[in-house]
C-alpha cells in the first residue's frame, strides 16, 4: 500500500510517515487517517480504497 500512495498518487515520505504515527495512535486505517488529514482528496481514498479490494 505505502508503495502505492507514494508512486501512483504522489504522497511524501513525511505524510506517509505522519499518517502512519497517526493511524497507529488512533488504531484507524492509513487511507482514512490521510483523508482525514486533508492528504487524499475523496477521490483519491477512493482509488485506494479500490486498490486494497483487488489484492489477494
Known amino acids: 500500500m505505502l508503495r502505492f500512495l507514494q508512486q501512483r498518487l504522489g504522497i511524501s515520505d513525511n505524510a506517509l510517515q505522519l499518517g502512519m504515527r497517526q493511524a497507529a495512535l488512533e488504531q484507524a486505517p492509513l487511507p482514512v487517517v490521510l ?3 486533508g492528504l487524499l482528496s475523496i477521490d ?3 482509488a485506494v480504497l479500490e486498490w486494497q479490494d483487488r489484492q489477494p
Open 35 to 37: 483523508w482525514r488529514f
Open 44 to 46: 483519491q481514498l477512493e
